[in-house]
Antibody, heavy 114, light 112 residues
């Protein structure tokens, strides 16, 4: 069974940092593109970033470039999202997503507030 | 960015009746390999999104055959032949040929 399990969310003050993790199992992680997608409370879905299977390249929504960094450790079947200089508008549920949206994790809530 | 425009945004449907959601993209979604990278997702209340349809018309495993996708180029449709109570939720189209990948605004399906 394919599983994507996110962790690392929580309450953080504006300007702070968080690192999200996603543990993957049940599929060949090192051949899969992986993504982060977020959903602000009561809003729609927004693509955040994605990363190639070997981790050699990654892509970001323009508005997040320089603040967020996606990475992966294929030896640990894990995906990460380092989020810096967090703002109130980054408050959302962050989903770990496999290649083309074929599987989604349960999401982890990030709340940016003082 | 490629803009994905869904309509309607709200869709009240009587149980057992058909439903249809339109999705239009601001650019062609046909890739050089000949495939069209347009997917449909369902998000039930309180749940993560679930992919229903990939590459326009291919149903994912476990998706009931009352769901079907069609379209080409920039114009796509998700149809539900007979709506059931478990179909309540928000439906999104998504393109993943152009970066950044983009979603439609979502269509909220409810039972009339």
């Amino acid at each position: 069974e394919v599983q994507l399990v996110e962790s690392g969310g929580g309450l953080v003050q504006p300007g702070g940092s968080l690192r999200l993790s996603c543990a993957a199992s049940g599929f060949t992680f090192n051949t899969s593109w992986m993504y982060w997608v977020r959903q602000a409370p009561g809003k729609g879905l927004e693509w955040v970033a994605n990363i190639k299977p070997d981790g050699s390249d990654s892509y970001y929504v323009d508005s997040l470039k320089g603040r967020f960094t996606i990475s992966r450790d294929n030896a640990k079947n894990s995906l990460y999202l380092q989020m810096n200089s967090l703002r109130a508008e980054d408050t959302a549920v962050y989903y770990c997503v496999r290649d083309g949206g074929q599987q989604w994790g349960q999401g982890t809530l990030v709340t940016v507030s003082s | 960015d490629v803009v994905m425009t869904q309509s309607p945004l709200s869709l009240p449907v009587t149980l057992g009746q058909p439903a249809s959601i339109s999705c239009r993209s601001s650019q062609s979604l046909v890739y050089s390999d000949g495939n069209t990278y347009l997917n449909w997702f369902q998000q039930r209340p309180g749940q993560s999104p679930r992919r229903l349809i990939y590459k326009v018309s291919n149903r994912d495993s476990g998706v009931p055959d009352r769901f079907s996708g069609s379209g080409s180029g920039t114009d796509f449709t998700l149809k539900i032949s007979r709506v059931e109570a478990e179909d309540v939720g928000v439906y999104y189209c998504m393109q993943h040929i152009h970066w950044p990948h983009t979603f439609g605004q979502g269509t909220k399906l409810e039972i009339k």
